[in-house]
């Protein structure tokens, strides 16, 4: 950006928001909210009189959606929310599991014994925070004498539930590539339609100019990492930008969303998350004469290229049974 537009920026008075139901206060400046859209051009410059009392109430969007928006006035990009770990035995792959296990073993020695232990069981975001559960992690708070002896005999049974016995083996079908893994990454075991279905998938594009967001698309390794929010934190923000018409913002998240499910595996555990983002997207966005939502046309193709997992979870097969626009617009990618 031009340092002179900068200048401008920074020069111009700030713009409050008041954003959800307890009216959250935030200010950005209102140069650059008008350089997003006609819409919000009008808001903060026209002659309603959210512009005249520099102050625009938007009960109906949650602030860490608006923060986005902030966060993408300024730099171009926002960051989405991150995934979840669901931490459980049955629910950690023994890669996990290991990484795991010494990863607590090595922060042993710096705890008392009487601290509180920081993996307890329950959810904890990657960023580290925990929600406070039951503790089935056994006497895994030991002393650190305990712990040096348990690293020089990792073998040795303890009372800590890393060596009970490991998790079952995964369950095989006569479709494997439909077990653990998308699509597009067991091509090979695909026949022709489901190949070109993903290829199909994989390939569409959206009007971007910058390739460095696509890194930002993590891609998930174990059953147990949940992607609900991440999947929602991104429905929301194209929600946002549809409504005020900032296209540009509209086709990042787009291409965001669809980078982050092109690398997401699709585990038995996880079918909720995608059902989830379905039901959300044709509950948020509207019907459009002669045309489908680009949202809602963006998950529906990835459902068509996993409906063999996903035909028989309980929550889809309850969307598809509800009149709406839904079942039209599948069965239209599956023939």
């Known amino acids: 950006m031009p340092a002179q537009l900068w200048h401008e920026i920074f020069c111009?008075?700030?713009?409050?928001?008041?954003?959800?139901?307890?009216?959250?206060?935030?200010?950005?400046?209102?140069?650059?909210?008008?350089?997003?859209?006609?819409?919000?051009?009008?808001?903060?410059?026209?002659?309603?009189?959210?512009?005249?009392?520099?102050?625009?109430?938007?009960?109906?969007?949650?602030?860490p959606t608006f923060a986005r928006f902030g966060q993408y006035v300024y730099t171009g990009t926002y960051?989405?929310?991150?995934?979840?770990?669901?931490?459980?035995?049955?629910?950690?792959g023994e890669d996990a599991r290991n990484e795991l296990r010494e990863g607590c073993r090595e922060s042993v020695p710096e705890?008392?014994?009487?601290?509180?232990?920081?993996?307890?069981?329950?959810?904890?975001?990657?960023?580290?925070a925990s929600v406070e559960t039951q503790d089935p992690w056994g006497s895994f708070a030991v002393t650190a004498k305990k712990s040096t002896k348990l690293r020089k005999d990792r073998k040795k049974a303890t009372q800590s539930m890393w060596d009970g016995p490991p998790p079952p083996s995964p369950v095989t079908t006569d479709e494997p590539q439909?077990?653990?893994?998308?699509?597009?990454q067991s091509s090979g075991k695909l026949n022709l339609q489901e190949r070109r279905k993903w290829e199909e998938f994989t390939a569409r594009e959206y009007d971007v100019d910058s390739q460095e967001d696509i890194a930002q698309a993590w891609a998930n390794a174990e059953p147990c990492e949940e992607y609900t929010e991440v999947f929602l934190s991104l429905a929301r923000m194209y929600i946002f930008a549809d409504r005020y018409s900032v296209e540009a913002l509209k086709q990042l998240t787009l291409r965001r969303l669809h980078q982050t499910l092109v690398k997401f595996t699709l585990y038995e555990e996880r079918i909720p998350d995608i059902t989830c983002l379905l039901s959300f997207s044709y509950n948020n966005t509207p019907d459009r004469t002669g045309t489908v939502d680009e949202l809602r046309?963006?998950?529906?193709?990835?459902?068509s290229c996993h409906i063999k997992r996903i035909h028989s979870d309980t929550s889809f097969v309850h969307m598809m049974k509800a009149e709406g626009p839904l079942s039209i617009d599948l069965l239209q990618e599956l023939i």
Not at 178 to 184: E, F
Not at 297 to 303: A, E, H, M, Q, W
């Open 12 to 63: 111009s008075p700030p713009f409050r928001f008041l954003v959800g139901p307890n009216w959250q206060e935030f200010f950005l400046h209102h140069k650059e909210v008008a350089r997003q859209s006609h819409s919000l051009d009008a808001l903060v410059n026209g002659r309603m009189k959210e512009a005249k009392e520099r102050c625009a109430l938007i009960e109906d969007i949650d602030p």
């Open 79 to 92: 960051q989405a929310a991150e995934h979840e770990l669901l931490l459980g035995a049955e629910s950690i």
């Open 297 to 303: 046309l963006l998950v529906v193709k990835y459902i």
């Open 111 to 128: 705890v008392a014994a009487t601290e509180q232990d920081p993996f307890e069981d329950g959810v904890i975001t990657s960023e580290g």
């Open 178 to 184: 439909y077990m653990n893994s998308s699509p597009g």
